[in-house]
Each structure stands twice: as structure tokens, then as C-alpha cells.
């Protein structure tokens, strides 16, 4: 039988698992290591070195040494080593060659196929640069899991029968050495169902190394940035050993010593905090995106579980302690759960006996919808969604739509993916027309059904209701274009653009608030937020009556309001939780962080979290 393994294609470290006698194993390296580093050292002969070698070789040669190059999955970024330039996916081949030799070593045989797994905002390129990896080493990649929905599995599937355990909603933190993703996953009868993803590909591991070696230049009198890119790695691997030291010890010392220079850093985990405190914060961001858009709160999550080297560190399980529900930390392994969990993937692709009932679904990210006419502004086209971020796949939507003129002989279905109120600030992924019978405005209608599947493939089909004549397109590209940083990036875009100065400030501000309701929210509530700003535009701009709007813009306001409560019934739970400093005090061990002692601790100035109190 052809084996099949899985593969957790790491920023920082990468791994490989088989299904065997009945459960997902890892694969130990030539070292007899499981994790095998995702860095490439090559020569000037053109010696190629691939894991904990070239990670040597990151501080004696990194002019040829590549390190991260996951980050760039996609993008037009090389690497120039041993004298020729290098793509990512090149160098990503080079890491999964050396895992398939590993692996056909381990089993005996030779291994042509491979599961894999990748972030869950990975983009299509960065994911098609991922088979594209593959194909290089040399090895078939038609499924790419994402890591969540991988650690989900990892943890569904621990007793290894694939039987159905009770049902739970997970929250699925997977912090390594270069992101973060965060995900919340329904899981009941054999099914793993991924409710919502979110996450912050620029945040990790690395961070805190970066944090800890400024704080080490600062003490030193030095500029990190103004050091050599070999000076800075031996100091970045020494802060990056000293953190990992916390998870073993309180108190650590880091030493660095590069020709003359010699120097000392003492470590804690408070002071640790200290210098990090802004990463923290951010690890929370999508923390809240999850429950936001699952419409869960936190109390509902049966089970955290940590994934990534990252959640070894103790200040962060005890950071996420303190927000998420007490005690139900799930901390097995979270340097393997997700190879654990791509092998499973591996043994269920492989149609084994004890896991082939297990059942993996997939969301989609982001909303697709389509271009309605605006009677406000004929220039710009409104969205209409019509399948919703999160929304589970495969998944097929059909909505009717009007025509908007008098006599209008076709109809054009412009299909966009995004959450911005207008088409133009969302992105065009495609269009397709249909005739219809003319005749007067609103008295014809077509039908549009959204299918969208678990492999990024769009089908839009059309038809008119009258006729029943039909038309379809396919659309496979663009489905994953946003990444969280640009998504973020495009969302602050959005208010800049509506915090314009205006003539009738009141209204542009009810309008400004409206569409930013309307990106954040879903559903029969985004409708209903979308049909008030469309009355409202229409009362500001056709009929002008003053008081009309000055009436309507209390009403409305007085709705946004409650939309606005809505959305953060969560967000103020977190706000109480933020304020209080509990959480790294060294002394409150098992005090539950919801009970009262806490809120009188937070109410005393000088233990505010981020005010010092380093030395207790
Ligand atoms: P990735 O998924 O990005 O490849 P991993 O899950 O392997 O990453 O996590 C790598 C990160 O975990 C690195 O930044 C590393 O410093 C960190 N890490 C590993 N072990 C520990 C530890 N004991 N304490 C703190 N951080 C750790
Ligand atoms: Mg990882």
C-alpha cells in the first residue's frame, strides 16, 4: 500500500507523522529529534544543509542561510545563497525533501505523497506555493489542511479509535515561532467543524527573542538595529535560549559573548512581561475575533488547547488563563499537536478502518457576495452578501435579486469577497451576465446560488426567473487574498476613509457608523444594518426634508446602538479582564480570576499589570 505522511511545515521548526498501528506517530530526524528546524544553509560548493545544522550556520554564515522563509510563501521574495537566488518554495522543498527522506527511512519505503498543513489565512498563492513545495521534493500534495483544524484533530483523536467522544467547542491557540492562529472548533458526533478563524501572521515566538535581545542591546548601551546580521543572531539565539529557560525556571541569566564583547542579562518572567507587554495584547486580538464571529462566549469554550512551541512559555499559558475559562487548559505536547494531527488527516486520507468516519469541515474565511445597484450613489455598488465569513463548507446560498431600471435588458453579477459596505472597497473576484426580458424596473428577478467548496473553488450560477435561462461561472483564484495583517490594515483603511471631514457631520457620522456595523457584523443583522443606512443615505440625499432626518437619525442611531451593545457584550468582560493584574502577580496561584478578590486588587493603583512591580 502507497503510505501517505503528513507534514507540519513549520516557520520555525517542521515535522512528520504516520498513521500507524492504529494511532498518528511522529517520525524522528537522523538526530533522532522530532522537530527538525525549517532553515537552509548552502555553500559556495553548493553543499546544501537543511535543520539543526544550518541553524548553526544561521550565526557563523547567515549570508547563506535562510531562516522564516515560510513567511513569504507566495510572494515574489528570494533568497540569494551559495551564489544563486532561491524562492521560498524552493527552500520550503528543500526542508520537505529532507522530511521525506526521514520518513522513507523510518517505513522502509519509499513515500510519494503528503499531507500538509498550513495557517488558516494562508492565501491561495501562498497555499499553491505549498504544493508547489511539495512537487519539488518530489512528493504528490492534493490535500492542504489548515493547522487549527489539524490540532482540533490531534485532540479529537487522542484515544486513537476516532470514536465519538462528547460534544465540545474548542478554542484552538496555536502560537509558533512566526505566527499566531487562533480558531474555534465545534466538535460533535465524528464531526470536527471549524466555527471561525482568525489570527496574526506577523506575531510569534521570534517576537519575544527580538524583545528580549533589545532589552539585552539596551542594557549594553547598544542599537540592535545598527549591529551586524551576524551579531544580531548570536544575541537573537541567546534570548531565544534565556526564554525558553523560563519555561523551566523563574530566573535565568543570559550570557553573550562575541569576540571582545561580552555581556550579561538577568531574566525573569516578570521582567519578561515587562519588555513584551504590547505582544501580549495582540495575542488577544483574534482571540476575540473568534468568539465575535462564532457568536460564542468564553464560558461556552469546553476546552482550550495550546499549540506551538510559543504556549510553552508559562507567562503565556497564564496570560490566556486569565481570560479564558479557568481550568480547562488542555497542555499536551504543543510542539506536536499538529503533526499528531496531520498524521491522523494522513490515516484518514489513507482510508484507514479506525479513523475513515471522521469528518473535517472547513469554513470560508471571508464573505462573498455581489454588487447591487445603490440608489444613493449610482456610482458605487453596494454588497450584498451572500455567503457569509465562517460560513461552513461546502457551502451553496442562493438569494433573488430585482432589476433596479426601467426596460434593462441584462444583468450584471459582479461577485466580490470582503466586508466593507461598498463593492469598490472590497476585492473583485469576477462577473457573468444574463439577459432578461425588458420591462418595467423590479419586475423581473434572477436567481444567483453561491456554491463554494472545501478546495477555494467559487461557483456562481444565474437565472432568470421569468425564462429559466441560465449561466455559470467558475471562479478558483482569489479566494484567500487577505492575510490578518492586511485585512487589518484594510479595515483601518476603511474608517480612515469615512473619517473625512463633512459638511453634515451628524449624518456622515451615523452613515461612517452604520458601515462599520455593517463590516462587523452578519447575517439577518447586517441586513437589516444595511437596509437603515440605505433609507438613510436615500433621506439625506432624495428627499432632504430636515426634520425627517433629524427624526430618523435618532431612530436609526438608537438601533446602531443596540447593534453596537450587541457586539460587545464580549468586549466589555474583556476590557474588566484587561484592567485587572492578577493574572502575572506570582502570588495569586489558583485565586479564580472572576471572583471578587481580584476586582479590589485591580482597583489599587500600583498593582495595575503594566506599572513595574517586577521583583515579588
Ligand atoms: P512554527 O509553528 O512557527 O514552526 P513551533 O511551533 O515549532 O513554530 O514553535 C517555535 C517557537 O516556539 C520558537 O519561537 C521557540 O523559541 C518557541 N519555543 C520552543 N520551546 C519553547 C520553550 N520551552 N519556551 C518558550 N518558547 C519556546
Ligand atoms: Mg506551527
Known sequence: MERIIGIDLGTTNSLVSVWQDGRSRLIPNSLGEYLTPSIVSIDEEGHVYVGKIAKERLTSHPEHTAALFKRFMGTEKTYALGGREYRPEELSALVLRRLKEDAERYLGTEIKEAVISVPAYFNDMARKAT?????????????????????????????????????????????GGGTLDVSLVDCFDNVVEIVSVSGDNRLGGSDFDRAVAEQFCKEHGLCFDALSPQRQNVILRRAAQAKCMLSETEQTVMTVTDGEFQGQMELTNQKLIQISMPLFHRMLVPVRAVLNDGQKERLEISKVVLAGGSCKMPTIQQYLRHFLPYGQMTVMDPDHMIAAGVGVYAGIKERREEVKDLLLTDICPFTL?????????????????????????????EQRF??????????????????????????????????VPMALKGQESITVCYTYDINGILVVDVKVDSTGKQARQVITTGTYTLDPAELEQYLRDLEQL????????????????GERLFAQTTGELREEIGRRIQYFQHLVNQEQDPYKIRK???????????ADRYLDTFADAWQRLEDDSSWYEPDSGGADPYGEGTESMAEEEDLKWYDGHLTS
Open 131 to 175: 504544493k508547489d513545495a511539495g512537487a519539488l521534493a518530489g512528493l504528490h500534495v492534493e490535500r492542504i489542511v489548515n493547522e487549527p483544524s489539524a490540532a482540533a484533530l490531534a485532540c479529537r483523536s487522542t484515544g486513537g479509535k476516532g470514536q465519538a467522544e462528547e460534544d465540545e467547542t474548542l478554542l484552538v491557540f496555536d502560537f
Open 369 to 397: 457576495g455581489t454588487g447591487v445597484y445603490n440608489e444613493a450613489d449610482a456610482r458605487r455598488s453596494i454588497m450584498a452578501p451572500i455567503i457569509d465569513r465562517n460560513s461552513v463548507l461546502p457551502c451553496r446560498k
Open 402 to 435: 430585482q432589476t433596479a431600471k426601467d426596460f434593462q435588458k441584462s444583468v450584471k453579477i459582479d461577485v466580490y469577497q470582503g466586508e466593507a459596505y461598498y463593492v469598490d472597497e472590497n476585492i473583485y473576484l469576477g462577473e457573468l451576465s444574463v439577459d
Open 498 to 513: 469615512h473619517s473625512l471631514p463633512a459638511d453634515e457631520e451628524d449624518n456622515q457620522m451615523l452613515i461612517a457608523w
Open 552 to 562: 430618523q437619525r435618532k431612530y436609526i442611531a438608537d438601533f446602531f446602538e443596540r
